[in-house]
Structure formats: structure tokens, C-alpha cells
């Protein structure tokens, strides 16, 4: 922190704190947001692969409508070949660009809290994932429905609705195709019960999202675990399930810390750093 004294170098609380906003900085090896937030927002290589991702995904989309025994969801159950054909997409990092948030919250040298989470959601600011739009009108040519399957929380319907609708997605006025956590009592951070509530209706033709959690249940998956999951759905990726990029959070960096948020952040870093693989060169 570099904090530069004004006059004879005496400052009241309140300057203190107004410097304190302006000058604060954040040593780039100190935070571990710094490097996937900046590629994020920044990297046309990035841009480039959600644009590929969504390409890929309306192809596979055409071949799912096609095929009348295809279903993404592994909570579709049975007699579901003749129901209307839907589309489940994540948000946050899905179609939703948050870095704005991620770079505020290195520039402040702070972590995620929901008490500045919720007020940048509510405004409504985020930009738009390359692709995703295309895709979800692309989608709706096809009569497909799009539902929207978010872990943000259900106070923060609104300020997701107005993002959504002022960035020209399609948001069906007719239905709640926007399903958030908690809007009903069992509907928590897992979303396997939302995926249910829409297979009753519909066919589930394709998922796109950015964490292992937005296609089947893995709560407190371990890195092992993890890599079984993909190894058991290998059917599913890149054909029924459509993956984005999040390099700057979710659940593959909690699984190295065995999900303990509350741990400091070194002991957390020191953990990330156990679970590589290192190269050891000859001596």
C-alpha cells in the first residue's frame, strides 16, 4: 500500500480514507485473480474461443433436435423424445462477462463477499460473452426454449433480468425461464433440482456452461474425483455439454483447498501450489 501524505503530512480519518481509495496498489504476485482476469477481458484469444464454443454448440444443437433420443441432462428421466426441445445455459462467465467486478475486486486487494457482489448485479453492467447472444438467437429460430440457470441468489432476479433484456437476450415474458437459487426452498446452490423442474417439460437438448457443477453434481468433488467425472461423461463433452473458459474462479480452484474458504488466503495459496505438477530439471 503506498499512501502519500498531503501538506505538513497530517490527515483526518476521512482523507485518509479518501487517499487510501485512490492509491492503494496491489503487487501483482500477490493476487492470484491478476493474470486470468486480464487474459479474460482482455485477450482476443479468449474472445476467439467462446466464439468457437458457441459455433460448436449450434452444431451440436442441430444434431441433438435431430436425433429424438438425445438428451443433455442426466435428470431428463424417461418418455421425454416427444417434449418441447429446450436449451439450459449458466450466466456468470457463461454468457454474462463479470471481469469488471474481478478487476475491482484486485484493484481494492479484496476478496468476493455477497455484500458487493449483490449491488454490481443489480446494476446491471456486465458485458456480453462473445458468441452467446448468436447462439441463443440461433437457438430460438430453431423453437427452441432457453432457460437460464444461475447460482446467483433470487433478490437478484431483477437486476439479472435487466442486464439480460438491455443486452437484447431473449428472456420469455410468458414463463420463468430465469432460474436462480432460492427462489424455491429446494432449490440451492446445486442445480440438479432446477434441471429436474425443466426436464418435466421439456427435452434438454444441450447445456452450456463454465463450471463442472452447471452439467451434473459434483459438491465437494475432489481433484480426483473431478477428473473421474469427466472420464465417466466423456460422451457428453463438447457434444451435449458446451464448455466456456472461466480461468479466475470456480469450482476446480476450491477443490484444491478441499473447499475450505475460511482458510487465509496464503495457506489457501499454499495448498494450490501442492496440487500441481512441478518439472524437475538435471542438475
Do not use: C
Not at 492509491?23 to 482476443?44: I, K, M, Y
Not at 454490481?120 to 426454449?145: L, Q, R, W
Not at 464448455?243 to 473447499?259: D, L, V
Amino acid at each position: 500500500m503506498t499512501i502519500k501524505l498531503a501538506g505538513r503530512g497530517i490527515l483526518t480519518g476521512l482523507a485518509l480514507v479518501g487517499i487510501m481509495a485512490v492509491s492503494t496498489t496491489v503487487r501483482a504476485e500477490e493476487n492470484d485473480l491478476l493474470n486470468a482476469t486480464l487474459w479474460t477481458q482482455t485477450a482476443v484469444e479468449f474472445k476467439a474461443n467462446a466464439m468457437a464454443a458457441y459455433k460448436l454448440a449450434e452444431v451440436m444443437l442441430d444434431r441433438s433436435l435431430a436425433d429424438k433420443n438425445s438428451t443433455a441432462a442426466t435428470e431428463q428421466g424417461d418418455s421425454y423424445q416427444d417434449k418441447p426441445p429446450a436449451v439450459i445455459l449458466d450466466i456468470d462467465e457463461t454468457i454474462l462477462d463479470n471481469t469488471s467486478y474481478e478487476a475491482w475486486l484486485i484493484k481494492s486487494n479484496t476478496g468476493y463477499s455477497s455484500k458487493t457482489w449483490a449491488p454490481f448485479v443489480m446494476g446491471a453492467t456486465s458485458m456480453p460473452i462473445a458468441g452467446s447472444k448468436e447462439f441463443i438467437d440461433y437457438a430460438k429460430s430453431k423453437g427452441v426454449e432457453v432457460f437460464y440457470i444461475s447460482n446467483r441468489k433470487a433478490p437478484e432476479e431483477e437486476g439479472t433480468r435487466k442486464n439480460l433484456v438491455d443486452l437484447g437476450y431473449y428472456v420469455n415474458d410468458k414463463i420463468d425461464t430465469v432460474l436462480l437459487r432460492g427462489e424455491k426452498e429446494e432449490w440451492g446452490s446445486n442445480k440438479s433440482t432446477r434441471r429436474t423442474h425443466v426436464a418435466k417439460d421439456y427435452r434438454i437438448v444441450l447445456m452450456v456452461g463454465d463450471n463442472l457443477g452447471d452439467f451434473v453434481e459434483a459438491r465437494d468433488a475432489t481433484v480426483a474425483d473431478r477428473e473421474a467425472l469427466l472420464d465417466t461423461y466423456k460422451d457428453f463433452w463438447s457434444t451435449k455439454w458446451i464448455t466456456i473458459a472461466n480461468p479466475m474462479y470456480g469450482s476446480w480452484e476450491a477443490a484444491t483447498f478441499s473447499y475450505n474458504f475460511k482458510l487465509p488466503n496464503e495457506e489457501k495459496r499454499q495448498m494450490k501450489l501442492d496440487a500441481m505438477q512441478y518439472w524437475q530439471p538435471k542438475e
